[in-house]
């Protein structure tokens, strides 16, 4: 129940590209979700997040759209650019406890 | 440079010897949390710490690692008796309070046991 599933876990976009990276959650406690982007021997940096009480989130080329009927939840890379390839992580909380990270996605934009 | 501080960057150790972890968090920030992640793995969650308390140890394996966040100075990592599976990349990341805001990451220590 503590689980986040994360899909694709490889993703190839072309430059400009619409990039799409799904999660889902079991827990219904949680109450906060954060996507992180992670570069090769960088922490983790936080790219947006997104609460239960709305149902999407944009900020410039990135989006979250949350289902909370469903439990699940992805993020968006419009205009995808090769600054862009990473890995992605998806991650669900409960009042700033329990956090939980989906396995990542590595994502690749074609130049 | 106000962001995460951790070090050493990357730290050797022989197997039985003891491995210490040392994580500054941004200024203002009293919550600091310290994640493992395995080669080509997702960040597991291991502790979470307020200055002077653990709040949620879960993650923790029961033996061998501990830590702690004094009043003064850096939250701590400690491993004892280091062994070939805890060659891992550790990261620290750190928040002003608990409730769900952002957590900021450091650049993380990669451990080696040979």
């Known amino acids: 129940q503590q689980q986040v599933k994360q899909s694709p876990q490889s993703l190839i976009v072309q430059k400009g590209g619409i990039s799409i990276i799904n999660c889902a959650y079991e827990?219904?406690?949680?109450?906060?979700f954060p996507w992180y982007q992670q570069f090769p021997g960088k922490g983790p940096a936080l790219l947006i997040a997104i609460r239960p009480d709305v149902s999407e989130k944009k900020e410039g080329r990135f989006t979250i759209s949350f289902n909370k009927s469903a439990k699940q939840f992805s993020l968006h890379i419009m205009d995808s650019q090769p600054g862009d390839s990473a890995t992605y992580f998806c991650?669900?909380?409960?009042?700033?406890?329990?956090?939980?990270f989906g396995p990542g996605t590595r994502l690749s934009v074609l130049p | 440079n106000a962001g995460v501080m951790q070090n050493p960057r990357h730290l050797v150790r022989r197997r039985g010897q003891e491995a210490r972890l040392r994580c500054s968090p941004m200024k203002g920030h009293s919550h600091v949390y310290w994640y493992r992640q395995l080669p080509e793995e997702g960040l597991k969650f291991m502790v979470y710490?307020?200055?002077?308390?653990?709040?949620?140890e879960s993650g923790m394996p029961k033996e061998r690692f501990s830590a702690e966040f004094p009043k003064e100075g850096p939250s701590i990592l400690r491993i004892q008796q280091v062994v070939r599976g805890d060659s891992a990349a550790y990261f620290c990341a750190s928040s002003p309070t608990g409730d769900n805001q952002p957590q900021h990451f450091g650049d993380g220590t990669r451990l080696s046991i040979l």
């Open positions: 710490l307020q200055k002077e308390n653990i709040i949620d």
């Open positions: 827990n219904t406690a949680f109450d906060y």
């Open positions: 991650a669900a909380s409960s009042h700033g406890q329990n956090f939980v």
